[in-house]
């Protein structure tokens, strides 16, 4: 079976910048290990395949080692995929998904997501992840993900991960946000994810469901400007809407190809 493939960075306007993401059209679903080989073989973080329904867009997403409930740049790539090279005619798209109907519309030259709210809650950090971080928190919070709060920017920068120590835990499917109010933007963050093949994602448009409601409420804002500072950089324009987010971002096309499989 032949199958189109398109890689795009996501939350960029440059090539080799943002989150790399895979999308793959089908016209039917093929086995979830099918899927999962697919997403391994391609080696980014996440790939995004998609089969359309005609009034909605059927979206899952896969890491190289397990279906995700959420993936906010793979999302962000697929609707950069669907406008631009497939030619889909709607102004709206709606993503049916495993967090319910996903909708993204293009405007003023941007993506704009809305996607759940998922305030996080002050907890405690397992000993194994606060013992791998080479600077602690000054608060721990949680939803999905561990919401990692630091002093400044700089902080988030210098932090450093002892992968022996952090990969000990299964957080599936969350992770570790690290956050703080940034120097150029409103917040800043990276994401790490433990007993992953990658250990920490360039840019997550999931995290910011978390980091949108606490820095919205912390900085008494509803529109913020965030930056996920890993090497690649992300850049993320966001609006607080009480029990939903808007993630929005740009996107750029790094490949266009097919692939065979059986």
């Known amino acids: 079976m032949k199958l189109s493939l398109y890689q795009i960075d996501a939350f960029t306007d440059k090539t080799f910048g943002g989150n790399p993401a895979c999308v793959v059209p089908l016209d039917h679903w093929l086995e979830d290990g099918i899927l999962l080989k697919i ?14 329904k005609g009034d909605k867009i059927h979206l899952r997403w896969f890491t190289p080692e397990i279906e995700m409930d959420l993936c ?10 669907l406008k631009t ?12 998904t495993l967090s319910g109907n996903l909708i993204v519309k293009a405007e003023d030259g941007l993506y704009k997501m809305d996607f759940p709210a998922r305030m996080p809650i002050a907890d405690s950090l397992p000993s194994t992840v606060l013992n791998s971080l080479n600077i602690k928190p000054k608060e721990v919070l949680k939803s999905r993900d561990y919401v990692l709060v630091y002093e400044n920017e700089t902080a988030i920068r210098n932090i450093k991960i002892d992968r022996q120590l952090f990969d000990q835990i299964n957080l599936d499917p969350g ?7 940034g120097d150029n933007c409103d917040f800043v963050s990276r994401f790490f994810t433990a007993q992953a093949s990658i250990l920490e994602d360039p840019v ?9 409601p606490f820095w919205s409420k912390r900085l008494n804002k509803k529109e913020l400007y965030a ?20 993630i929005s971002g740009q996107a750029k096309t790094y490949s266009i190809g097919n692939f065979w499989t059986e």
């Open 227 to 246: 930056q996920q500072v890993s090497e690649r950089m992300g850049k993320l324009y966001c609006q607080d809407r009480g029990d939903r987010v808007i």
């Open 39 to 52: 997403a391994k073989e391609n080696a980014v973080a996440e790939t995004a395949f998609f089969v359309d």
């Open 175 to 181: 992770g570790v946000i690290v956050t703080a109010i």
């Open 72 to 81: 906010g740049h793979a999302t962000l790539a697929t609707a950069h995929c």
């Open 85 to 96: 090279i497939l030619d889909y005619k709607k102004d709206l798209i709606v993503f049916e």
């Open 204 to 212: 997550t448009g999931s995290a910011h469901c978390s980091l949108i």
